[in-house]
C-alpha cells in the first residue's frame, strides 16, 4: 500500500503543477521529416523565395519568418553584446557561441536575451539558415525555448531566444564539470546551486516529455520536426 501511494503522490505532482520547470531548446540544423507531409527541400524553397529582394543596408523583411519574430541588425546585436564580449559568453558548441545581452530593441524588458552566433565552420549556407529560421519561429509550444528574434546579415547569421537564468539540467546535475561553474556564474547562480528537488526533477521530465511529443507529432499545421540532439545540455531551466 505504501508504494502504491507514493507512485499516485509521484503521478500527482508530475501532472497537477502548472508551472513549466524547463523548455527543450531546438538546436540547429533542424530536421522536418519528408514523411510528415512538408520535405525539406520544399521548406527551403519556400524561405529563399521569401527572402529573395533583401539585398539591402536594411534588415530581411518580416516575410522571412512568422510576424511574431524581430529582424536585427547585426550592429544591434554587436551593442547588445558589447562586441560579443567574451565576459558575456554563456557557452560553446558545435553550431556556434551564445551570449548575453542584457535588452534589444523591439523586445520587451525581461531577465535578458541568448544570442546565439552561428559557427563559421557549421556548413549552412544561407538557403538553409533563412529555412531553419522560418520552420524555428513557426514551432511555438509552451515546453519549447522560442525563437525571437534572427539576423542574416552576417555570414554566420544569429538567433536570438529568451534567456533561462536556470541553466541547463547538465550544469545543474555537474556544476563542477568543465565550464560549468562559468556558465552557472554568468546567470547570477551561486558558485553551488541549489540541488535540484524530485520534485523539480519530476517536472523537468514532464516538460521535455511535451516538448518532444510537440515535435515528433505531425499535425494539420506543422510537420515532424527530429529534434535529433536531445540532451541535458539542450535542457534549459526556469531560473
Known sequence: MGTIALLLVSLWIFWSCKRHAARVHINTPVTPSASAGTPTRDLAKSAHSAVATTRSNEPPASSVAPRSLIAFRYSELETATDGFNPSLLLGTGGFGSVYRAAELPGLPPAHGYAVKSLADDSQQGEEQLRAEVMILGAFRHEAVLPLVGFCLESSTGCLVYPLMLGGSLEDRLLPFVGDAPQRLSQLGLPAVPPM??????????????KALLFLHTPSASKPVLLHRDIKPANILLDG
Open 196 to 209: 535540484l528537488s524530485w520534485q523539480q526533477r519530476l517536472l523537468i521530465i514532464r516538460d521535455a516529455t
